[in-house]
């Protein structure tokens, strides 16, 4: 009491009264006034990591079908990824998406509260942004930041990647510079390090995520224990360290180099249980995955690291330290820093094999496209078949006045039958090879040919006035030409002898079919061509009246004609047909348009063939 009168006195004495009251007002303001600011910061902090629930939202259909193009091809129906044993779904969260983790509901206590708010703080490249905690829901939500190319694990099985020595040991080295980062933060082990929980940026970079909190972490699915260090499956109550961290960091290693999933256990021939059996017993030569599939892709200091991470002893492993120490060392010398610049250079480098490749595969589609031209022009005249190629219809058409050629070949049964059967395809070969390009000679078009018998049309579908009588004649006399010296060369006695009719008048001409279309011809012009080959002599052109008429006032003086007489055609009746001999011989050029007289008889008819 004495010594506060005496404090009391000495500032009466210094100060005067006001002025004490003064001060003393002014720090109980400071000290409101500080207090205020740490609960408004303490609130802030809260305010930063908590989210609420109601602001987790699952993405619309559309929006979910890109993040399931985007994030993974893996994903279900609803955007749910189930991974060893982590679970990322993709959310909304303010408008963007993000990737949430579920866990049993626990309560937080300060230090959990604390670590989220320093969690939010991390921040290094190879490390995924921890947004924060959703605790009022019915389930603990950590929210990350959304990684469009899904997890290394899903990157690996998809086999998509552009896979080189250079991409492996970049996505090795991301994983130990994030390990390195977390090893030296407040966080100092992730404990539950998984190709699953490694997450692959757009840029290919890939990013740990699923880190601290560890009295969320739930008890593992036996999967993801391939990932767990030996001493830790021998022990589950011992507590995660940085050397368990480093042993799942090298199976991490040979997943990349192998690119299979961990262990491969679908071509194994042991279960989970007898694998992970097998990885706590240890021994001298303790089981491991293989890193042999190819030695050329495999660089020897990167097996020699993955060895020692994944060393029996704990102690023996490295550090994340050490181990970034080595990759960075490596990446110097390989005098390469920059994976997306490697990245263009291989895709440049396939653009232009690609380029190169299309190039040719045009050529050929060209080349191919040309032969099919041919091929169908063979099949459709030319008009026609450019009319199917543009997918426009071809509707029968009708032509006022046509000539109609039919060939068949005299006794070619008793040829046949002379001859092997692919002697006989010989045989026809040669002689309609000929046929055909003495065809491209003339105005003329090749309908079809059936064994034996051959027919052709001159006016249709180009209409040439009236010189179709005149082209179609001029085409049987070189048939009769070229089959008089025609010998077979199994049979050099036997003769080839043609039969040829020809008629004129209007037909109707169309292409019928789909899976294969042939262009026909239908009227009683073709039906009486036929007849008039059908009643016709071996060697000689038998030319039907109405034929005979056009071709006599159309080109008079040009060629010599044999009255037959009047015979009984079948479906006919009777009519007067005449043979044609060939050109008249001793006829000035100049004299070709003069007109000719009656037609010889038979009797006096020059032979010409």
Not at 25 to 36: H, P
Not at 405 to 414: A, R
Request: proline letters at 4%; one cysteine or more.
């Amino acid at each position: 009491m004495i010594e506060q009168n005496g404090i009391k006195g000495l500032v009466e004495r210094t100060l005067p009264p006001s002025e004490t009251n003064a001060k003393l007002d002014f720090g109980k303001k400071n000290l409101r006034r500080t207090l205020r600011s740490r609960r408004k910061k303490r609130n802030t902090l809260k305010a930063e990591w908590e989210i609420p629930s109601s602001l987790l939202t699952t993405p619309s259909k559309a929006k979910q079908e890109v993040s399931h193009r985007s994030f993974s091809s893996s994903f279900s129906s609803t955007s749910l990824e189930v991974i060893g044993s982590n679970c990322f779904e993709v959310r909304s969260y303010c408008g963007e998406k993000v990737l949430a983790t579920a866990y049993s509901r626990v309560e937080l206590n300060s230090i959990d509260r604390d670590t989220c708010a320093k969690m939010r703080k991390l921040d290094h490249e190879n490390i995924n942004k921890f947004i924060g905690l959703s605790i009022d829901g019915p389930t603990i939500m950590k929210v990350w930041r959304m990684c469009e190319r899904g997890s290394l694990q899903s990157v690996i099985s998809s086999k998509v990647m552009c896979c080189d020595q250079f991409f492996d040991f970049c996505l090795i080295k991301d994983v130990a510079e994030g390990l390195n980062y977390i090893h030296h933060s407040f966080i100092t082990y992730i404990g539950s390090l998984t190709s699953a929980s490694c997450l692959v940026s757009q840029g290919w970079q890939v990013k740990l995520s699923d880190y601290g909190l560890q009295s969320l972490e739930s008890v593992g699915q036996q999967s993801g224990l391939l990932w767990t260090a030996p001493e830790l499956l021998r022990m589950p109550s011992n507590k995660p360290n940085q050397e368990g961290d480093i042993y799942s960091f090298a199976i991490i290693c040979s997943e990349i180099i192998m690119r299979e999933p961990a262990w491969n256990l679908g071509a194994r021939n042991e279960r989970l249980d007898e694998l992970l059996h097998r990885i706590k017993r240890g021994g001298a030569v303790p089981v491991r995955p293989e890193l042999f599939r190819d030695e050329r892709d495999i660089d020897a200091t990167l097996r020699s690291m993955i060895t020692d991470c994944w060393s029996e002893k704990p102690h023996e492993r490295p550090s994340s330290s050490a181990v970034c120490k080595i990759l960075r060392e490596k990446m110097a010398a390989s005098k390469k820093t920059n994976l997306m610049d490697h990245l263009f250079a291989i895709l440049e480098k396939h653009t232009g094999e690609l380029e190169r490749e299309v190039e040719n595969q045009s050529k050929e589609l060209n080349e191919q496209k040309k032969r099919a031209d041919l091929l169908l022009g063979k099949m459709l005249p030319r008009q026609v078949a450019e009319r199917l190629k543009r997918g426009q219809p071809i509707e029968p058409e009708g032509f006022d006045n046509v000539s109609v050629f039919f060939s068949d070949v005299v006794k070619f049964t008793q040829l046949a039958a002379k001859c092997r059967p692919i002697q006989v395809v010989a045989l026809l070969n040669e002689l309609y090879s000929t046929f055909d390009h003495i065809i491209e000679q003339h105005d003329a078009y090749k309908v079809e040919s059936i064994g034996d018998g051959y027919l052709c049309v001159s006016g249709l579908p180009s209409r040439n006035g009236f010189n179709h009588i005149r082209e179609i004649v001029e085409m049987s006399l070189s048939f009769m030409d070229y089959v008089s010296r025609f010998r077979i060369p199994l049979l050099p006695k036997e003769r080839v002898e043609l039969r040829i009719g020809v008629n004129s008048g209007p037909c109707v001409a169309g292409v019928v079919g789909l899976s294969m279309p042939r262009y026909c011809l239908f009227g009683d012009t073709v039906n009486t061509a036929s007849r008039m080959e059908s009643n016709g002599k071996a060697s000689h052109i038998h030319l039907s009246s109405t034929a005979y008429n056009l071709l006599t006032k159309n080109f008079p003086g040009l060629y010599e004609t044999v009255s037959r007489g009047e015979i009984i055609i079948k479906g006919k009746g009777v009519m007067e047909t005449y043979w044609l001999m060939g050109h008249i011989r001793h006829q000035s050029r100049h004299s070709t348009r003069s007109s000719t007289g009656p037609p010889t008889t038979i009797s006096n008819a020059p032979s010409v063939f």
